[in-house]
């Protein structure tokens, strides 16, 4: 089982919908979690944090389910922008990050 | 500020031959990342350094592949000899502190293709 799992998607969702996915992770020690973007041929950078109570930054909410070990980004409001990939990052109590394999979104106008 | 600076942006090269990445991290950033990407596997951390020093370097591959960094502002990954399937985009990424405190930057990339 890999430490971080994503549904690769690709999830076509059109302009203006909301959209939801989720990322497991395998160790109930994760510490520390974070969503970061990739666009097409790009490199990855951080979209948000994401803390114990939840958080939000403008139309994009992420949580943190410990229980179940998961974490959720939801992106509401969606723009043609919004097309990337997202990788869900996890920290398992040392220095390193361990990303997924990232799930892609596609805004269709 | 410049970012992560890298090069090649991309790399052809014969199974067999030698290859040398180059990063530049941001200035003072004591955090040095070096990420391999495929399609099948993703992101996966090969080696990281902390004030020039290596901390882990248990993704890297096997020992063909070797990086350093003589110098704060300087770090290569070095793969001799290729294979194809070394075949990837090659990440270079620092950051002020552990990822887990401070964002990740990453430079844009070398896309490495061996045949």
């Known amino acids: 089982r890999k430490e971080v799992e994503q549904d690769p998607g690709p999830f076509n969702v059109p302009e203006g919908a909301t959209v939801a996915f989720n990322c497991t992770y395998s160790?109930?020690?994760?510490?520390?979690f974070f969503w970061y973007r990739q666009d097409c041929r790009k490199e990855p950078k951080l979209l948000m944090s994401?803390?114990?109570s939840g958080n939000e930054d403008g139309r994009f909410t992420a949580q943190l389910n410990r229980a179940s070990q998961y974490i959720s980004l939801l992106i509401r409001d969606s723009k043609l922008s919004d097309s990337a990939t997202y990788l869900c990052v996890v920290n398992f109590g040392n220095e390193k990050l361990t990303f997924g394999t990232g799930t892609r979104l596609t805004i269709i106008p | 500020d410049a970012g992560v600076i890298q090069s090649p942006r991309h790399e052809v090269t014969e199974m067999g031959q030698e290859v040398t990445l180059r990063c530049k991290p941001i200035s003072g950033h004591d955090y040095l990342f070096w990420y391999r990407q495929t399609m099948m596997r993703g992101l996966e951390l090969l080696i990281y350094f902390n004030n020039n020093v290596p901390i882990d370097d248990s993704g890297m591959p096997e020992d063909r592949f070797s990086a350093k960094m003589p110098n704060a502002s300087f770090s290569t990954l070095k793969i001799q000899p290729s294979e194809p399937r070394d075949s990837a985009v090659y990440f270079c990424a620092s950051s002020f502190g552990p990822g887990i405190n401070s964002p990740l930057h990453f430079g844009n990339g070398t896309r490495l293709t061996v045949t």
């Open positions: 160790n109930s020690a994760s510490q520390s």
């Open positions: 994401v803390y114990s």
